[in-house]
């Protein structure tokens, strides 16, 4: 049963910055896709960023420019590097990967940034 454990979150002020892990239980390219995602409360989850195997990065409008998405395979694990976080970044971020057609989530990590 794939695993995939998120750390990380904390609070901080606006304009501060936090690391996301996510740490996989097996080896991250065999996930065609793993991304992040955010719930803010009493809002629907969204899309952040994702990776593909191929390397390919895509990030939501609402967090280019801000956010980095990165990997390292020897540690099984992916990265969200947040910068100039915004009152509005306060959320529970999930991590998700997926080997079609399964889909694997984490339990989350909540980042709240305080005005």
């Known amino acids: 049963q794939v695993q995939l454990v998120e750390s990380g979150g904390d609070l901080v002020h606006s304009g501060g910055s936090l690391k996301l892990s996510c740490a996989a239980s097996?080896?991250?390219?065999?996930?065609?896709?793993m991304k992040w995602y955010r719930q803010a409360p009493g809002k629907e989850r969204e899309f952040v960023a994702s990776i593909n195997v191929g390397g390919k990065i895509q990030y939501a409008d609402s967090v280019k420019g801000r956010f980095t998405m990165s990997r390292d395979g020897s540690k099984k694990t992916i990265y969200l590097e947040m910068n100039s976080l915004k009152p509005e970044d306060t959320a529970v971020y999930y991590c998700y990967a997926n080997i079609l057609p399964r889909q694997y989530w984490g339990q989350g990590t909540q980042v709240t940034v305080s005005s």
């Open positions: 097996e080896n991250i390219f065999n996930f065609n896709t």
